[in-house]
């Protein structure tokens, strides 16, 4: 098979024969493993066919556990991606907790414009029954970052020998050894079958910002429950640092009236506020009419998040407002329209 500008060709008892340009990154991000015997990096090498070690590099980036992630260090880790393509990459393949795996990927897959496929290997797979899982994945990671067909399907995320797009997965069960990651709605992109990858479908790209934005913007997000959220909100409405909010709403995207005060408060101040909802499939949209209602805070100014979850609400508005774009600008990205610079009205 052939693989961008290299060749890749398999013999009869299954060996590989790559070109020489063909070259994979194994990123280290975090921490990936709770097993002593496998804490140390260069092990991971020792798991993979011989005939593909010599083209893997082994990049210790960061070993820092997942929960101590920002998405600014997500967002120098893109840009650290960007340089090791510069620099002949063939493919990333990133080794982290998988505790922020699904948010880190999301925002990965927004900036990254390149061909080459970047794959989060779920190697956290808990306990000793967990180690030969993990390194399945990481396996099966490697072989289809070296697949053709990996090419142009953005960020991946790798996990029960399967491979999800990181725009449509989720973290179902991370004590599970066969259904921590999860694409309710479509399904998995690739798996891996008899010691080969299986590409099943195309994976729909979203819409890049024309501006790449250095740091991402300070967004808050806040989950409505019963009876609760208000001190939240109201202490963000008198915040002199968040420049962004996004609400988790009930159902099709309501709140409790007793936000709407402060929601108007932070309106004012020209910070921009997204609904979307809190339901595990759920999306907002007009259904009823009455004080907290999706429709009456769309006519107070707030934007829809369509069917974005509230992580990925969060994470896109984060970057929509570094990059410059206006509120209109904002509202087209978050429902995944185009947001070219043609449009003097789209960025500042």
């Known amino acids: 098979m052939h693989v961008g500008d290299r060749h890749v060709s398999r013999h009869s008892d299954g060996g590989i024969d790559l070109e020489q340009n063909t070259k994979l990154a194994l990123v280290i991000a975090g921490n990936f493993s709770g097993d002593e015997e496998n804490a140390d990096p260069c092990t991971l090498l020792n798991y993979l066919p011989e ?14 556990p997942s929960n101590h992630y920002s998405m600014k260090l997500t967002a120098e880790m893109e840009e650290m991606f960007d340089t090791l393509v510069s620099d002949g990459y063939t493919g990333i393949i990133v080794i982290s907790g998988s505790g922020v795996m699904e948010e880190m990927a999301y925002l990965t897959d927004l900036l990254w414009k390149h061909p080459e496929p970047v794959i989060f290997a779920n190697l956290m797979v808990q306990g000793r029954a967990g180690l030969k899982e993990g390194l399945m994945n990481l396996r099966c990671s490697v072989l289809a970052a070296l697949s053709e067909e990996a090419r142009e399907k953005g960020v991946l995320i790798c996990s029960s020998g399967e491979l999800f797009a990181a725009s449509e997965a989720v973290m179902v069960d ?9 694409s309710p709605e479509k399904g998995s992109v690739g798996k891996m079958l008899n010691d080969e990858v299986k590409f099943l479908r195309n994976v729909r790209r979203p819409g890049f910002l024309a501006r790449k934005p250095e740091a991402p913007a300070a967004v808050e997000l806040v989950y409505a429950s019963l009876g609760g959220g ?6 963000l409405a008198s915040n002199k640092e968040i420049q962004g909010l996004v609400l988790a709403g009930f159902g099709t995207g309501n709140v409790p009236p007793s936000w709407i005060p402060h929601i108007r408060n932070i309106l004012r101040k020209r910070i921009p506020v997204a609904i979307v909802s809190r339901c595990f499939q759920g999306h907002v949209a007009k259904a ?6 999706y429709m009456k805070l769309l006519e107070m100014g707030v934007m829809s998040g369509g069917k974005l979850n509230p992580y990925q609400a969060r994470i896109k508005m984060a970057l929509g407002i570094a990059a410059g774009l206006t509120e209109q600008g904002l509202s087209l990205y978050m429902l995944n329209q185009p947001v070219s610079e043609d449009s003097q009205l789209l960025y500042k």
Not at 53 to 64: G, K, N, R, T, Y
Not at 230 to 235: A, L, M, P, V, Y
Request: charged share 20%; net charge negative.
């Open 51 to 64: 005939d593909i070690v010599d083209c893997c590099q082994l990049i210790e980036w960061s070993c820092q």
């Open 174 to 182: 991370p004590t599970s050894t066969d259904n921590a990651f999860q």
């Open 230 to 235: 208000e001190r939240i909100i109201s202490s």
């Open 288 to 293: 009823n009419y009455f004080e907290g209602c």
